[in-house]
């Protein structure tokens, strides 16, 4: 994917910063709202399964809701109370939304997941729609087919030089648009479908209860939490208590609150060791699961990966850290879970050495591989409860992906409203499967392992322009730092600090190192501004 297109990425769904958190208590419901604030413009249709032009004929997330009603304030003059807003919100995603099946794998734009590259783009999408937006876009919203054309048509007239982007202007982009990609994306995602009837029937869970958590911090590490989730005043309204550990032992808390859109939506704020942060999760159809993102408010780069599960009275185990033990080496494994008993078991050729320490959602043990334990994926077994294939027994680190393997970072700052856009790496380790050759097929995936960073010029070009010196820095955690904004005397032409870099991430193992590389491209600021309330 473009460049261009990792920031349509980065940019849908920046109205998750607005929605819930507020009561949303209202005197009206949300077809009293349109027809007091959106009549002007659209009619009553006199059907009771389409009520509103154009309104009715759309299905969209929480977040594409939101966008459509900023657009509709910023373009078309609308002035609605805060409050009904969001109650519109969630009338409009809970009754015009999209079910869990048709989100599937395009979550990484609402989840703001940075540096995606997205795959199996279809191609009428590629060609038309990809030059402003990512493809995600266009799946997480649904159409008539007349509504797809007539957004064809609100682009031309939104936007006369459409036609002149590039990518665009060697086809009769006008053309192609309304007789082809508007009628295949009429086909691919139409109004009506089986899954989102079938969530409509769909009884939905409460998610009141208590949760065991586990997730990711790129400055702070690991962490496993428990968390208590309590209904608020309104219906899919929640509050929350947060408590737990970072991976190194330092203590978690926190509270917010939730709200949850679509039957399985979840949209939470809430403040952890005194940072302001946003989750974007989706619940399962049974409500015992949560899965997606969690991350800064005025940061959504600095974040991660976020699984809960439901805690009853059984033991409950959701993650280990880390994830991977050497042949003929002890490890330390940080467990996380719910009522976790000391009866850990990783099968033949792996002893516990010891208990560090133990409570109900963190368990520290060290364990030990036999020399000649068998490499491969292990199940970790915590009292009754188990993980499949979580932990990989091996004998030496073939391989190191650094991922993302592609990615941009944004100068800023320096005195402009702009700030700067870090960029995140991991670095995953990789041993070489039954045949014994690495970057093959068979390769075990060890997971995450600690490595020292570095930088270097990407090519050529990059080192006679300096731009390891000017671009940024990477820390020990593998957080890119870009350089100023503006311009830069002290380079050619007094241009800015913009760079072309590669990111190098060493897994040492005794006197033995393997390096990872991925590319980082260091660019100008985003200067479209978003639709944020």
């Not at 594409?64 to 807003?85: A, C, D, V, Y």
């Not at 279809?122 to 038309?128: M, Y």
């Not at 508007?182 to 989102?196: D, I, N, Q």
């Not at 958590?213 to 400055?219: E, K, N, R, Y």
Request: glycine content about 10%.
């Amino acid at each position: 994917m473009k460049n261009h297109s990792m920031k349509r990425v980065l940019r849908f769904g920046g109205a998750v910063a607005f929605l819930g958190f507020a009561s949303t208590a209202s005197a009206i419901d949300g077809p009293q709202i349109i027809k007091e604030n959106c009549l002007l413009c659209h009619s009553e249709t006199g059907k009771a399964e389409a009520p509103f032009t154009r309104i009715s004929e759309q299905r969209k997330t929480p977040e594409g809701w939101q966008t459509t009603i900023n657009r509709m304030k910023s373009q078309r003059g609308l002035k609605i109370k805060p409050e009904h807003e969001r109650v519109l919100i969630k009338y409009l995603a809970d009754n015009q939304g999209l079910a869990p099946a048709e989100t599937a794998g395009l979550r990484y734009v609402l989840e703001r997941e940075p540096n995606v590259i997205e795959q199996d783009v279809p191609e009428h999408v590629a060609g038309t729609c990809t030059g402003c937006h990512s493809s995600a876009r266009s799946g997480l919203q649904r159409r008539t087919q007349d509504e797809w054309e007539k957004l064809i048509h609100f682009h031309m007239g939104q936007i006369p030089s459409i036609e002149f982007l590039a990518g665009h202007r060697d086809r009769p982009w006008f053309q192609i648009a309304t007789s082809e990609t508007s009628v295949k994306l009429g086909e691919g995602y139409p109004l009506v479908t089986k899954a989102w009837d079938d969530w409509k029937a769909t009884p939905k869970a409460s998610l009141k209860g208590d949760w065991v958590m586990s997730g990711h911090m790129p400055d702070k590490g690991d962490f496993t939490a428990t968390v208590s989730v309590m209904n608020s005043q309104q219906k899919d309204d929640y509050v929350l208590l947060i408590n737990g550990h970072y991976a190194d032992g330092s203590k978690l808390s926190g509270s917010g609150s939730a709200k949850v859109f679509t039957g399985y939506e979840w949209r939470g704020a809430v403040v952890i060791n005194g940072r302001k942060m946003r989750q974007v999760f989706a619940a399962s159809a049974d409500g015992t699961e949560l899965s997606g993102r969690m991350f800064l408010k005025n940061d959504d780069v600095m974040g991660g990966k976020v699984t809960a599960m439901k805690a009853g009275k059984a033991e409950t185990v959701v993650s280990v850290s880390p994830a991977y033990i050497k042949q003929g080496s002890s490890q330390t494994l940080v467990i996380g879970g719910a009522n976790l008993s000391k009866k850990v078991s990783l099968g033949s050729g792996i002893t516990v050495e010891k208990v560090i320490s133990q409570s109900a959602d963190r368990l520290v043990v060290q364990v030990k591989a036999a020399k000649d334990a068998a490499v491969g994926l292990r199940s970790l077994k915590v009292g009754s409860d188990s993980l499949e294939n979580s932990v990989a027994v091996y004998d030496s680190v073939a391989r190191v992906e650094v991922t993302p393997s592609e990615s941009i970072a944004r100068i800023g700052g320096n005195g402009g409203l702009i700030p700067k856009q870090k960029s995140i790496y991991r670095a995953v380790g990789y041993a070489a499967g039954a045949d014994g050759k690495a970057g093959t097929e068979d390769d075990i995936r060890l997971g995450y392992m600690p490595a020292n960073w570095s930088l270097k010029p990407f090519d050529a070009v990059a080192e006679e322009e300096h731009d390891l010196k000017y671009a940024g820095a990477i820390d020990a955690k593998g957080i890119f730092t870009p350089g100023d904004a503006g311009l830069n005397p002290e380079r050619k032409m007094s241009t800015n600090n913009v760079g072309n870099l590669a990111v190098v991430g060493t897994v040492k193992e005794g006197d033995a190192a393997v390096a990872g590389e991925a590319h980082l491209l260091v660019t100008v600021q985003d200067f479209v501004k978003e639709l944020i309330q």
